[in-house]
């Protein structure tokens, strides 16, 4: 007899091929079967969820949660898990010097599955152009050291997936520190046998000296920024065709839309010329999480909205990203021995605000809700999109006093 068995719902589940009504049964925390409705099979517990999405537990590829260090962090269980998020990518929130500490006290103890890339820099993101002082983590390359990255790697290869570098001038002494920065993190990658993820909005080096770096099977994020300098569009929103070399040799596309890398203009004309970013995470922290992008569903809404089809959208969720982490049987999923991490979602008609980082702001006709949320086998609790704060788009104030 399963444990569970979730009725009637439609399953969408990529890495099977599945778009289709399905009945998903668990035992001992995995999935036992995918049974096709009214098969009768017993069950100790049923629940019925007729009308709505059967999706695998959501995989966001990019959030920050060191939550009490680094000025980015949020707390993960109420921002992700309550909100569909089952196993999460913190992207470089932590650094050599700082990892041990966002084990302990947030990766061990959390309800979400956690794993992280390690910046290059050993401080990780604790301070940053938002904060005072202003200072970005590459402002002293010192702090960048090859062989202290990989030692931490090495150490904690349960956990660290990767490298992780934000090349934007303002976060690198005015651009002078970014070239060296990205070559020490390829370094430390290539090391450690292990992606490489940059960001490059308002980097100084040029596109194509960037991807020079990168190899098959790393992730060049913040893909549809829309910002010019550091991004895979020329100025008349053609997509580079560097870009599109080093996507069909096995680099990855990453959406991260935070506070200032998602636009409607950039994002359509990507899909327009066939450039799919193969994932689509949210860059959820703490300057975002009251808007533009609240929670990784609302991401999704922006690309529906757009024109993606919800099963090329869940993709970018669940089977593409459970491949990037090396983890294609066991998340990402619902085939039977896989974890039963679950999202139940309605989809909502009606007129919903979706906004992008320019403050353009167009009307969906759709919205997906999280109804039912399990965390292997077990349900959790749902908590309500974050209220919009109505100023997501204004910097922190600098007391007059301390200004430079």
Avoid: W
Wanted: charged share 20%; aromatic share 6%.
């Amino acid at each position: 007899m399963y444990d569970l068995i979730i009725r009637n719902g439609t399953l969408i589940d990529p890495a099977q091929g599945i778009n289709t009504q399905k009945d998903i049964a668990l035992t001992g925390g995995r999935v036992a079967a995918v049974i096709d409705p009214g098969s009768g099979v017993a069950a100790k517990h049923t629940l019925d969820v007729r009308g709505l999405y059967v999706l695998p537990g959501l995989i966001d590829l990019h959030v920050h949660v060191f939550s009490g260090v680094s000025h980015y962090g949020i707390d993960v269980d109420p921002t992700c898990l309550a909100r569909g998020v089952t196993t999460v990518l913190d992207a470089g929130s932590s650094g050599a010097l700082t990892f041990p500490g966002f084990r302990k006290f947030i990766i061990d103890v959390s309800q979400t599955r956690l794993y992280a890339l390690l910046n290059i820099s050993a401080m990780g993101m604790v301070s940053g152009s938002e904060t005072i002082p202003p200072l970005g983590e590459l402002e002293d390359l010192r702090y960048s050291n090859v062989e202290t990255a990989v030692r931490m790697i090495e150490a904690n290869r349960d956990r660290i997936l990767g490298v992780k570098v934000r090349l934007s001038n303002f976060l690198a002494a005015d651009g002078k520190n970014e070239l060296q920065a990205l070559l020490r993190a390829r370094e430390a990658a290539e090391a450690v046998r292990l992606p490489l993820m940059v960001h490059s909005p308002l980097s100084s080096i040029p596109t194509e000296r960037i991807l020079d770096e990168l190899r098959p099977g790393d992730i060049l994020t913040h893909c549809v920024h829309g910002h010019g300098a550091g991004g895979i569009m020329s100025d008349d929103l053609k997509v580079l065709p560097a870009v599109r070399k080093k996507v069909e040799q096995g680099l990855r596309l990453d959406v991260g839309h935070g506070r200032g890398s998602f636009t409607f203009r950039v994002a359509r004309a990507v899909l327009e010329q066939g450039v799919f970013p193969g994932t689509i995470s949210s860059d959820l922290h703490t300057y975002n999480l009251h808007g533009p992008v609240f929670d990784l569903v609302t991401t999704m809404d922006k690309f529906l909205h757009i024109g993606m089809e919800l099963y090329e959208v869940v993709r970018r969720v669940t089977s593409t990203p459970a491949e990037v982490l090396g983890m294609p049987e066991e998340i990402g999923t619902l085939k039977p021995g896989a974890y039963a991490d679950i999202v139940v979602l309605e989809m909502q008609e009606g007129e919903f605000d979706l906004t992008d980082t320019f403050g353009v702001t167009e009307t969906g006709q759709y919205h997906l809700e999280p109804r039912y949320i399990f965390r292997g086998g077990r349900q959790v609790g749902v908590l309500p999109r974050p209220e919009s704060s109505g100023d997501y788009f204004q910097p922190p104030e600098i007391p007059e006093s301390i200004k430079p």
